[in-house]
Nanobody
């Protein structure tokens, strides 16, 4: 069972930045970030693969950046120009297979999950 631990959440004023980290207990080829706003379903944010490939969804492109430290089984989510709509719980996820994308980038595609980190953006 792969264990994932997120850190780096918090409260920030709109326009500010936060960086989330996710440390995995062992190597998995695919690691990803999801978020869930209050009263809404989970939304994929982006992924980082073992070959170095990273992707983010269009809704956060230009503001959010994913990076991965393969040697330390760590995935990062750098969030800049944060907006109140970015408020929610951010979850790290992982799977041994390559990362899904497009319509396949959904919660059920990932076997392992962290407990989540709260991000609150206020005006």
């Amino acid at each position: 069972q792969v264990q994932l631990v997120e850190s780096g959440g918090g409260s920030v004023q709109a326009g500010g930045s936060l960086k989330l980290s996710c440390v995995a207990s062992e190597y998995t080829y695919c690691m990803g970030w999801f978020r869930q706003a209050p009263g809404k379903g989970p939304e994929g944010v982006g992924t980082g693969e073992g070959d170095g490939t990273t992707t983010v969804v269009n809704s956060v492109k230009g503001r959010f950046t994913i990076s991965r430290d393969k040697a330390n089984n760590t995935l990062y989510l750098q969030m800049d120009s944060l907006e109140p709509e970015d408020t929610g719980m951010y979850f790290c996820a992982a799977r041994f297979a390559p990362c899904p994308w497009g319509e396949a980038f959904i919660r059920s595609a990932f076997a392992f999950w962290g407990q989540g980190a709260q991000v609150t953006v206020y005006t």
